[in-house]
């Protein structure tokens, strides 16, 4: 044995770097193993680097029509090299980040490509550590459509979030949140874009109301969008690429795919350790992410239905606790907060109106549009909703959608009202402060019983 540990973490990104530093806070002798880069996809090929291309359209887009709020920028353009380098700068500076509070908990890294032993324990090129436990956070990878390769013009979301230019023409193939953060950047930059999702709404995870909303302003922004159709006949050139979708045909510079993603579990000699796989192709795990093989947990990309950061860390998080046998509570899956940094941004949590009512529950809505508050006026909201769905017997908050400029921090008060079980009662009594945006949630409230203060 190379070395023994209590618990390895397979896996840096944000399930199982989190994972590791729970672990050490635990007292737990603990190490990482990393085959790439610390802080995973998420921090240097998913999340922020989206992020922070989203911000630079964000900016630019202001800049560009600021001058009815008597900021007058004259000659305002991209400088792509300029937003590239500042994009792995982001990265290469969270990465570090990351690296630094490792070093601060006393977790080494092991570089290079992990598996498991058939007895559990983790191998890493010719080394092979004895492990008391082990966190699987390998994550996911993209997957094209069936019959597409990606491949020079065919790109999957880090190739559209990394291109070498700035495109003029570029189709997104997948409206959920990450298809739908690409074709609301490239727009705002000037580049022609068409967003094309096989189901009938553009992020189809949302409520109605809400994706009819961002529907409504990505058309606005001069985004072509196609629901219901698959794309097909996808034909890749040296300089473009056409296809067909429904009864129409395109050619753009780049086609990216976003359509969906399959766990990272290849090189792990899952079958041989006793670990058993879902049909989806995710591990199988217990609410704690404890799998088929007891001293094996799984978290992140790897388990249960949505693969967002924030789910991996929590996970991470709760997997450990278990492992060293402390107290702890499973994730709550139901409470898992979507956010999507479209323009304007989306969040939810919980059931959509449509979920409620064919769960059998008798629902009531509180709607209220941001621009109703001073603050949506001040602050340019001018799309923004807030929805609630309750149950009409106790008033129970079972879902809130928010579309607008800052939905994804706005959610964060109904994430904590739903986990603490609060009703929508007591949410229409919460003073928020003003000139916010947030005053549209206690509007929203209110609403249920039809007395919203600025409706
Ligand atoms: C374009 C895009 C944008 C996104 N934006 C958001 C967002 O805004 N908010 C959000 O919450 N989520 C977002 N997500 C989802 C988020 O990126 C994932 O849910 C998250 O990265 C999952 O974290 P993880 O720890 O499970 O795995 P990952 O972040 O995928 O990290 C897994 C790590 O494991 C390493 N690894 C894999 N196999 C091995 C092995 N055998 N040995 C050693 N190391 C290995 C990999 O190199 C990688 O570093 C986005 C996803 C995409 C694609």
């Known amino acids: 044995m190379a070395d023994s540990f209590d618990t390895i973490v397979i896996g840096g990104g944000p399930g199982g770097y989190v994972a590791a530093i729970r672990a050490a806070q635990l007292g737990r002798k603990v190490a990482v193993v990393e085959r790439d880069k610390a802080g995973g996809r998420c921090l240097n090929y998913a999340c922020i680097p989206a992020k922070t291309i989203l911000r630079t359209a964000e900016i630019y887009a202001e800049a560009k029509g600021s001058a009815d709020l008597g900021v007058v920028a004259k000659d305002v353009s991209i400088d792509w090299d300029a937003l590239g380098k500042r994009r792995a700068a982001v990265s290469d500076s969270l990465s570090s980040g990351v690296k630094m509070l490792w070093d601060k908990n006393k977790i080494p890294t092991i570089e290079g490509e992990a598996s498991l032993t058939p007895e559990g324990n983790v191998k890493v090129g010719d080394g092979v550590y004895e492990a008391g436990s082990v966190i699987l956070a390998t994550g996911s990878v993209a997957l094209p459509i069936p019959g597409v390769e990606f491949g020079g013009r065919i790109v999957d979301t880090w190739g559209a979030w990394s291109l070498p230019e700035l495109p003029k023409k570029i189709a997104v193939v997948g409206a959920g949140a990450s298809g739908s953060e690409i074709a609301s950047a490239y727009a705002r930059f000037g580049t022609e874009v068409i967003l094309i999702e096989m189901l009938d709404q553009i992020l189809p995870a949302e409520d109605k109301d809400i994706a009819k909303i961002v529907e409504r302003v990505f058309k606005k922004q001069g985004i072509e969008i196609s629901t219901g159709a698959p794309v097909e006949n996808v034909e890749a050139g040296k300089s473009s690429v056409k296809f067909t979708y429904g009864d129409k045909s395109a050619e753009v510079d780049y086609l990216c795919i976003a359509g969906g993603r399959v ?13 058993e796989l879902e049909e989806n192709g995710k591990i199988k795990v217990d609410p704690y992410g404890q799998t088929t093989n007891p001293k094996v947990f799984a978290i992140g990309d790897l388990v249960n239905r949505k693969a967002l950061a924030h789910k991996a860390s929590e996970e991470g998080v709760v997997a450990v606790e278990k492992a060293a046998g402390v107290e702890t509570h499973p994730v709550d899956q139901e409470l898992m907060v979507g956010a999507t940094f479209t323009h304007p941004q989306v969040a939810s949590v919980g059931l959509t109106e449509a979920a409620a009512k ?62 603490l079980e609060g009703g929508y009662q007591e949410l229409s009594r919460i003073v928020h402060p003003h000139p916010t945006v947030s005053e549209a949630v206690l509007d929203a409230a209110r609403a249920v019983d039809g007395w919203a203060i600025h409706a």
Do not use: F, S, W
């Open 358 to 419: 064919e769960a059998g529950h008798e629902v009531k809505i509180g709607k209220q549009k941001i621009a109703g508050e001073g603050a949506g006026t001040v602050y340019d909201d001018k799309d923004g909703l807030v929805k609630l769905v309750i149950d009409a017997k106790y008033g129970e908050v079972l879902g809130a959608h928010i579309v607008g400029n800052r939905a994804c921090d706005m959610i964060a008060e109904l994430v904590a009202t739903m986990a």
């Open 263 to 275: 766990a990272d579990t290849g090189p792990l000699g899952l079958r041989e350790a006793g670990v």
